[in-house]
Nanobody
């Protein structure tokens, strides 16, 4: 049973930085894609960034130039470095991993950006 556990959320002032990390356990294989999604109150869950096992990245337009996604394939860890945070980045951030068309989700970590 694959489990994704996020860490690193919290409260930060606008313009600040936070780093998120997600570790997959219960898995002996790699994931095709790992990434981060977020959901703000009253909104649908949206893509933040994804990274393939080969290192190809994809970012939402709203975070390009501010967020950086990275992964450690050997450890099945995916990280998200968030800089120049804005109040509109406030949301629950969910880790996501895909292997052979099966999708896994973490339980989420809260990120709150105060103005």
């Amino acid at each position: 049973q694959v489990q994704l556990v996020e860490s690193g959320g919290g409260l930060v002032r606008a313009g600040g930085s936070l780093g998120l990390s997600c570790a997959a356990s219960g898995s002996t294989g790699s994931f095709n894609v790992m990434g981060w999604y977020r959901q703000a109150p009253g909104n649908e869950r949206e893509l933040v960034a994804t990274i393939s096992s080969g290192g190809n990245t994809n970012y939402a337009d709203s975070v390009k130039g501010r967020f950086t996604i990275s992964r450690d394939n050997a450890k099945n860890i995916v990280n998200l470095q968030m800089n120049s945070l804005k109040p509109e980045d406030t949301a629950v951030y969910y880790c996501n991993a895909v292997r052979n068309w099966r999708v896994y989700w973490g339980r989420g970590t809260q990120v709150t950006v105060s103005s």
